[in-house]
């Protein structure tokens, strides 16, 4: 009786079913998305600049300078590999590059170039030359802008000016290998990467380093992995990627509430259109839910009729959103979206993949559908309780 009476007014209940599996198919695409915006910033945070966590020395942060260091970084580096992380200890320095009349200020990063690949992926970012090489210690990665700005590109010298950690003004000269994509505006602008032993000698730090930079096993999670790294450097100072970027961490922390947000916008919009739809189909079927009740047909039966044909439609349409967000999922997960115009863009100093694709999940679909049973069901109600609550004689008087 359900399903006939779904399709008594054919034009009404299509319309309504189209409605929802639109809404639906949209918020499946939109929830792809945004998960896959939310990956693409986390990957470009974690493999390309930050790491999952950093270890300092106590106070680094807030005066860095060449005196304040790890002192015995294998120390370190040894007990974190034995318990399945990946680490990596960099120099950090500050001074200046120079070629031809153009001049910025940088900072340098001395790499363990072995060691480093375990933990970034910035070797995979090079645009334009090579990646740095043991063998070629006077060669320098540079970023994308500083480039631009110096008027430089592969080949080409930079004289680089700084101090040694004996005060005295240490120089020399540089060739660039290679020319980075864009990562984040710090490294863009003034990221210049070095063998760790070039920058060694340049400012003569002998040993120790500024920074250990800690991937952790893909199964344990942020706060454990924090826990068991400040259980190996007790005396550092250990910070998680959240509390070195906690205005990013917040942003796409925050994306699971829009999303949420966005569905329920979406949805009230259908659960109105529901709502509508029902009540039409119940006041048309006043006289008939009256003879229904006078033949000895309970209000139950009456409320469960009224969900019933309503959870006819949403099955038609949850089956029909769901078929045609397959082949566009699909699409958005392997082509994606070309930003190819936006490509210089960045979020809050993190760079866009130029390509952005959708991640497909469990909770792209469940989360989606979820929320369009909740709000349809709610919507029903009230059309469903005003059909169980007609009264007989009043109802086969209705004109």
Known sequence: ??????????????????????????????????????????????????????????????????????????????????????????????????????????????????????????QDEVARGEWLDPADPKGVVIGRRLAKMLAVDVGDELVVLTQGIDGAMAYDLYNVRGVLRGIADATDRGGVFLNESALRELVSVPEGVHQIIVRRPADLALDLAAGEVRGVAPDLDVQTWKQLMPTVASLLESTQGIMLAMFVVMYVAIGMLILNAMLMAVFERIRELGVMKALGVGPFEVLRLILLECGIQVGIAVAAGLSLSLPALAYLSTSGIDLGALAGTSVLGIAMEPIWRAAVSTGVFTKPVTVLVVIVGIAVLYPACKAAAVQPVEAMRHH
Do not use: C, H
């Open 1 to 122: 009786m359900a399903w006939r009476n779904v399709w008594r007014n054919r034009r009404r209940s299509v319309v309504t079913i189209s409605a929802m599996a639109f809404g639906l198919w949209v918020m499946i695409l939109y929830a792809a998305l945004m998960d896959g915006y939310v990956q693409g910033m986390e990957r470009g945070i974690l493999d390309l600049e930050v790491g999952d966590l950093q270890i300092f020395p106590e106070k680094f942060r807030e005066n860095p300078t060449l005196w304040t260091t790890i002192e015995d970084p294998d120390a370190l580096l040894e007990p974190l590999v034995s318990q399945g992380f990946s680490a990596s200890g960099r120099v950090l320095a500050f001074g200046l590059v120079a070629a031809g009349e153009a001049s910025a200020g940088v900072s340098f990063r001395g790499v363990d170039v072995e060691r480093d690949a375990t933990i970034t992926k910035v």
